[in-house]
């Protein structure tokens, strides 16, 4: 069988663990690796062996032999860089979120579907087998009904995450900051176990803003689920812990608490027997040590393992463009609510006196401002 070749584009903090995914999969051939800043190709084609390098995505996408790109870039360009990539006929694994905007997000699941071409949006949580399991769980019932959920992200970046680089904390790079680049695992992996959430209110923080941050470091939101099931969901990057994630789901029959980062760990799953005795099956399992930086996880690994596949006999990826449109438009509503500080139509109106965005209640993020 031809080997599925492939190039990353974007070789920063994230690239490490699309090498390593690809690398860990039989048939899969690693040939570019392309940064603008070309010491930086150079150097993570030297730490892994890839034979090819470049600081122009041109070179990448006229090479006939490679099959799939990764885009692992600032999320400014994700839309320009994947709609490059697929209209020279390349698959398409981008890092999340998709895209800035919803009207950027459905122009490339669109021309995916008219290139035939697979597009993937990384949600690497999604194939952690704890949230498989918990998915499993609320298929099969062993939950009842969905009633409540608490979900929260704390950690912690110093000034030169954000002063050093030329695109997070900005709105024009990033888009946001604390929930669509740190909180977008949690809120995604939710939405997914949840079937789907609505915005009832939410609001921005401008708290302890590290580097010159413009971007919120703080967000809450109430969320509801299909069910009626109401979620607070909360993120902050200003805590003194590097990394948490942690959820808790509430059903009438059964709840869980699990934290995402790696490697997953079950807390707790109280109910009847077979929840008890699907738990410790999970517990039992082993997870290997992860590439990068550890809180990424191993799953990069599984979701790429999975990209191939679909590559190969064209199933459906449970983290394909689709999946990641419905994020998108999920982060568009709570940053729409958010910046004007309130509740969603629908809801009441927001406390009186409640103070915008660190006077930057305009919320220039382009995240907001499609249709
Ligand atoms: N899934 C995860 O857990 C996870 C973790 C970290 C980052 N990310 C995502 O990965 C993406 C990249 O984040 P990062 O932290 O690696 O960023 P980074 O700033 O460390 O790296 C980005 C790299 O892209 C290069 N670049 C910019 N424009 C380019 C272009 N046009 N052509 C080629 N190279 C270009 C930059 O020079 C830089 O080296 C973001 O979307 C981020 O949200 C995901």
Same mark, same amino acid.
């Given at each position: 069988? @031809?080997p599925l070749?492939h190039?990353?584009?974007?070789?920063?903090?994230?690239?490490?663990?699309?090498? !390593?995914g690809f690398?860990?999969l039989p048939g899969a051939?690693?040939?570019? /690796?392309?940064?603008?800043?070309?010491?930086? +190709?150079?150097?993570?084609?030297?730490?892994?062996?890839?034979? &090819?390098?470049?600081?122009?995505?041109?070179? *990448?996408? /006229? !090479?006939?032999?490679?099959d799939s *790109?990764? $885009?692992?870039?600032?999320?400014? &360009?994700?839309?320009?860089?994947?709609?490059?990539?697929?209209?020279?006929?390349?698959h *398409?694994l981008?890092? @999340?979120?998709?895209? #800035?905007?919803?009207?950027?997000?459905? +122009?490339?699941?669109?021309?995916?579907?008219?290139?035939?071409?697979v597009?993937s949006?990384?949600?690497?949580?999604?194939?952690?087998?704890?949230?498989?399991?918990?998915?499993?769980?609320?298929? !099969?019932?062993?939950?009842?009904?969905?009633?409540?959920?608490?979900?929260?992200?704390?950690?912690?970046?110093?000034?030169?995450?954000?002063?050093?680089?030329?695109?997070?904390?900005?709105?024009?790079?990033?888009?946001?900051?604390?929930?669509?680049?740190?909180?977008?695992? +949690?809120?995604?992996?939710?939405?997914?176990?949840?079937?789907?959430?609505?915005?009832?209110? /939410?609001?921005?923080?401008?708290?302890?803003?590290?580097?010159? #941050?413009?971007?919120?470091?703080?967000?809450?939101?109430?969320?509801?689920?299909? &069910?009626?099931?109401? *979620?607070?969901?909360?993120?902050?990057?200003?805590?003194?812990?590097?990394?948490?994630?942690?959820?808790?789901?509430?059903?009438?029959?059964?709840?869980?608490?699990?934290?995402?980062?790696?490697?997953?760990?079950?807390?707790?799953?109280?109910?009847?027997?077979?929840?008890?005795?699907?738990? %410790?099956?999970?517990?039992?399992? @082993?997870?290997?040590?992860?590439?990068? $930086?550890?809180?990424?996880?191993?799953?990069?690994?599984?979701q790429i393992a999975d990209f191939a596949a679909a590559i190969r006999d064209?199933?459906?990826? /449970?983290? !394909?463009?689709?999946?990641?449109?419905?994020?998108? %438009?999920?982060?568009?509503? $709570?940053?729409?609510?958010?910046?004007?500080?309130?509740?969603?139509?629908?809801?009441?109106?927001?406390?009186?006196?409640?103070?915008?965005?660190?006077?930057?209640?305009?919320?220039?993020?382009?995240?907001?401002?499609?249709?």
């Amino acid at each position: 069988m @031809k080997p599925l070749v492939h190039a990353v584009v974007g070789c920063g903090r994230v690239a490490p663990n699309h090498v !390593d995914g690809f690398s860990a999969l039989p048939g899969a051939e690693l040939r570019w /690796a392309c940064d603008r800043d070309l010491s930086r +190709a150079r150097a993570l084609a030297r730490e892994y062996g890839l034979p &090819q390098v470049t600081s122009h995505v041109r070179d *990448v996408l /006229a !090479d006939p032999v490679v099959d799939s *790109v990764s $885009i692992t870039v600032d999320h400014a &360009q994700h839309y320009e860089l994947a709609a490059a990539a697929l209209e020279a006929g390349k698959h *398409v694994l981008v890092e @999340k979120p998709l895209a #800035m905007t919803v009207e950027e997000g459905a +122009a490339l699941t669109a021309l995916a579907e008219r290139a035939g071409r697979v597009l993937s949006v990384v949600s690497q949580h999604r194939y952690d087998p704890v949230v498989r399991a918990v998915r499993d769980w609320l298929a !099969d019932g062993l939950l009842g009904q969905l009633v409540s959920g608490t979900v929260s992200l704390q950690c912690g970046r110093d000034d030169s995450y954000y002063a050093d680089s030329y695109w997070r904390g900005t709105f024009a790079g990033e888009g946001g900051s604390a929930l669509v680049n740190q909180g977008y695992h +949690a809120l995604d992996v939710t939405r997914w176990l949840t079937g789907g959430l609505a915005v009832v209110g /939410a609001a921005v923080g401008h708290t302890a803003p590290r580097g010159g #941050m413009e971007t919120e470091d703080t967000l809450a939101a109430v969320l509801r689920g299909p &069910q009626g099931a109401l *979620v607070t969901y909360q993120v902050t990057v200003a805590s003194s812990i590097t990394w948490r994630t942690r959820i808790e789901l509430v059903g009438t029959e059964g709840s869980v608490l699990f934290d995402l980062d790696h490697p997953g760990t079950l807390h707790l799953a109280e109910g009847g027997d077979a929840l008890r005795a699907a738990a %410790r099956e999970v517990g039992a399992q @082993k997870a290997p040590a992860p590439a990068g $930086i550890g809180y990424y996880g191993i799953s990069h690994r599984r979701q790429i393992a999975d990209f191939a596949a679909a590559i190969r006999d064209g199933h459906t990826m /449970a983290a !394909d463009g689709a999946a990641g449109l419905g994020t998108l %438009r999920l982060l568009r509503d $709570i940053y729409r609510t958010a910046r004007s500080e309130g509740t969603a139509p629908g809801g009441s109106t927001a406390a009186p006196g409640a103070r915008r965005a660190g006077g930057r209640g305009d919320g220039t993020g382009r995240v907001t401002e499609d249709g």
